[in-house]
């Protein structure tokens, strides 16, 4: 048995077992079977999920008492699953809009999303196939012998390749497509699936992913590399990826590599969007991978935190909480007020749509697959690159970096933090090295199961928040943004009423006193506008930064030892070669250089700003003790006259020395 790999026959009867068992108050839940399918069956299947979703509205004046009863939770727990829920969301859009007044329509459809919420459970805990015992090195992971002489080196393997990338303008899809141009140089064409946007062209919008920062290396030294990308134009929400029927037959024709990294990652986004994206779009792709002539690898990129119901997460596929069909049948046509009443219920124990639609994902993919060779890596929390292609890049302020930027101009003090939690965060150079390399491993080493690789830190390299925030802080002061409006200083807390005091005191107090400020001074105010977004921002960030979390990485770990040291460093993907403190100082100098757009050669000027700000703010400190101090003693004589003999016996001890 494969050292922890998801079996796809095994997950079947998990899912199966799991939803047996389940208890008999949880809305009962009855996934299709995880078996894989060809393409064709595939497409029998969505004949029959849509099938089905029809004989439900048919039968909607029959079941609607039930199903209505349903969603307040006293409907018998035999009920079907499938059809349990469609039943249940069609009834709660007949009664909303059959009530007798608005007032009762909005009553009734918000308590019948409360029931489906109340009544909905996850499936049972056990995952799709059990670890081994042990924790050393199992088939297919061997380590590398110089003397296997079957060994392909990754580059070579993907010489005269051509690979499709979806998500390809996003963060990690840039760091992906530079990485291949610059250590696989013979790889053949780069497929790119661009979006139209705003009137631009997907030509245009190639050019300007080209001359991004990111690439000027290969733009100086290899500039022939970036002919090989070829834009695509499609749109991952679209029906056949909006690829046009000719493109369609270029990439079936030549490409043998997928990346699927395309996914709606905003937290606060809507359930009907987050479906289309990250499980419709899923679903589309593989659709796609199926008519492809020589595919030989599909590398699919979820969320280590798509599992992060549970405390210990493994390398598998957990059953999912609901049956992936009946949310794609619900968002097609239960209306999106109402949608949007029963996503809280509908996401459970899970934060925000994203790890909820992106673990339904994972389980679609394992039952659309079929015979596709298929991998699945989950990354953390991916910040900022450790090296590759050079240290420091990022291009935008999702996570952390938006946070410590905050920190970093002085306007964000506190946030509610378990600081000895581990953080666990991933360079996103180490996630890209590790695609590439399970892309290659997938190809070269056929199997049967679907591998899953947990991309974490917090098992081999971890560091806590309180050491984190640590470095950032010693990092901002020695390396400060241009225009900090104030010095840097933060706490993390677990006390909620203390660290909402001290968000009006230091947070919104401060930025309506700015704001202010500028209308006087006939400027335009923005702080409170910034203050709001930081505040959304920390909102979505505290469910992580309050949870810890175990990700088991064994797969990784016996990918990494099946590597030619050679391929170790051109890929690196040891987690164990991070130095936290000097990364998170290139994190700071990364995010001021690529999103504040400050040269170094500001630097001096902001140091010296920073000693300003630093000497300000023990000034402010001190006049704000004295002025405490005064109000109080003018409050109270007690306290008075105690200060007044304190006083008088501290000049009574000056007096006793000689030399005063």
Not at 31 to 52: K, M
Not at 291 to 304: G, N, Q
Not at 330 to 348: A, F, M
């Amino acid at each position: 048995m494969s050292h922890a790999v998801a079996n796809k026959t095994e997950t079947e009867n998990c899912i199966s077992s799991s939803s047996s068992n389940n208890n008999s108050n949880s809305l009962k839940q009855t996934p299709q079977p995880a078996q894989q399918q060809p393409h064709s069956s595939s497409s029998s299947s969505n004949s029959n999920s849509n099938s089905n979703s029809s004989n439900c509205l048919k039968n909607s004046n029959n079941n609607s008492d039930a199903a209505f009863s349903l969603l307040n939770g006293t409907h018998s727990s035999h009920q079907p699953r499938s059809n349990g829920l469609t039943a249940a969301a069609h009834a709660a859009v007949s009664y909303a809009s059959a009530g007798s007044g608005s007032g009762a329509g909005s009553a009734g459809s918000g308590s019948g999303a409360a029931a489906v919420g109340h009544n909905a459970a996850l499936l049972g805990g056990a995952p799709a196939t059990a670890l081994p015992s042990n924790g050393g090195l199992q088939s297919p992971y061997e380590s590398y012998r110089v003397d296997d002489t079957s060994y392909v080196p990754i580059g070579q393997f993907y010489a005269g390749r051509s690979v499709f990338i979806t998500g390809g303008t996003g963060f990690m899809g840039k760091v992906l497509v530079e990485k291949l141009l610059r250590s696989c140089p013979d790889i053949r064409n780069i497929y790119l699936l661009i979006r139209p946007k705003r009137g631009q062209e997907v030509s245009a919008r190639l050019t300007e992913l080209l001359n991004a920062p990111l690439f000027e290396s290969l733009r100086r030294e290899k500039p022939k590399e970036l002919s090989k990308v070829i834009p695509i134009s499609g749109d991952i929400t679209s029906e056949e990826l909006g690829i046009s029927e000719s493109d369609q037959t270029l990439l079936c024709r030549n490409v043998s590599v997928v990346f699927h990294s395309a996914a709606t990652v905003k937290f606060d986004e809507k359930l009907k969007l987050s479906v289309t994206i990250n499980m419709l779009g899923t679903k589309r792709l593989v659709e796609l991978c199926h008519r492809m002539m020589s595919l030989d690898a599909l590398i699919h990129v979820s969320t280590a935190y798509c599992n992060c119901d549970r405390t210990d997460v493994s390398e598998v596929i957990y059953a999912p909480p609901y049956n992936p069909d009946d949310i794609i049948s619900l968002i097609n046509w239960l209306p999106e007020d109402i949608l949007d009443q029963l996503t809280p219920r509908l996401i459970g124990k899970r934060p925000n749509t994203y790890t909820f639609t992106k673990a339904l994902a994972e389980h679609m993919l394992l039952k659309e697959a079929g015979n596709l060779p298929v991998a699945i890596v989950r990354p953390s929390i991916v910040t900022a690159s450790l090296n590759e292609p050079f240290a420091g890049w990022v291009d935008n302020f999702n996570g952390p970096t938006g946070l410590v930027s905050a920190l970093a101009k002085g306007l964000f003090r506190t946030m509610m933090c378990e600081k000895n939690y581990v953080a666990d965060m991933v360079p996103v150079d180490i996630v890209i090295n590790l695609m590439i390399a399970a892309a290659w491993r997938t190809a070269t080493r056929k199997s049967n199961n679907l591998l899953i690789y947990n991309c974490c830190t917090g098992q081999r390299n971890p560091i806590i928040w309180s050491e984190f925030v640590k470095y950032a802080m010693s990092s901002v002061r020695k390396h400060p943004l241009e225009g900090c409006l104030w010095y840097p200083t933060g706490d993390l807390r677990m006390n909620r009423p203390m660290n909402t005091l001290n968000c009006i005191l230091k947070h919104f107090l401060p930025a309506h006193i700015l704001d202010a400020v500028a209308r006087i001074m006939g400027k335009k105010p923005f702080v409170v506008n910034v203050q709001n977004k930081i505040a959304k921002a920390v909102e979505c960030l505290e469910y992580f930064a309050t949870r810890q979390w175990r990700f088991k990485d064994d797969n990784v770990n016996g990918l990494l030892h099946t590597l030619s040291p050679k391929d170790r460093e051109i890929f690196v993907f040891d987690v164990r070669n991070i130095n936290w403190d000097k990364y998170v100082e290139r994190y700071v100098l990364g995010f001021r250089e690529f999103l504040f757009k400050q040269r170094p050669e500001s630097l001096p000027a902001s140091r010296k700003r920073m000693v300003r700000l630093y000497y300000l703010h023990q000034l402010i400190k001190v006049v704000a003790v004295l002025l405490i101090w005064r109000f109080l003693m003018s409050r109270s004589k007690r306290l008075n006259d105690l200060w007044s003999a304190f006083l008088e016996n501290v000049l009574k001890i000056a007096r006793l020395i000689p030399f005063l």
